[in-house]
C-alpha cells in the first residue's frame, strides 16, 4: 500500500465500474476519464467506507464484502450513478485543433 491508510470500497468500486463498463449494456456510455471519476465518486458517496491500515486488514474487509449479496448491493448503486452520469454528463465537450 502507497499511503498509510485506504478505502478498501474505493478498490472494489473501481474494479466493478471498469468490469461494468465492458459489459455490452454500457457500451454505449461514455467512458471517458471524467465520466468514469464521476461514476465512481457517485457511487462511492451513498456507500460505506472501509478503511484500513493495514494488508491483513485489507484482506479481511475485502472478503467481507466480496459476497454475491455484497456486490448485487454494491453493483445497484454502481449501476444508479452510471445512469445518472449518463444522463449528466459533466465532460467538456472540447474539438481536438490541430496546430
Not at 15 to 33: A, E, G, I, K
Not at 39 to 61: D, F, Q
Request: charged share 20%; with cysteine.
Amino acid at each position: 500500500m502507497n499511503k498509510e491508510y485506504i478505502n478498501v470500497m474505493e478498490e472494489i468500486v473501481s474494479t466493478l465500474v471498469t468490469v461494468l463498463m465492458m459489459s455490452p449494456d454500457y457500451q454505449t456510455f461514455c467512458h471517458c476519464p471524467k465520466c468514469r471519476s464521476d461514476i465512481i465518486s457517485l457511487s462511492l458517496n451513498t456507500l460505506p467506507c472501509h478503511y484500513v491500515t493495514t494488508k491483513e486488514g485489507r484482506t479481511h474487509i475485502f472478503e467481507m464484502l466480496n459476497t454475491v449479496e455484497n456486490r448485487k448491493w454494491i453493483n445497484k448503486r454502481i449501476i444508479s450513478a452510471i445512469h445518472t452520469v449518463g444522463k449528466y454528463p459533466q465532460h467538456s465537450q472540447k474539438r481536438l485543433e490541430v496546430f
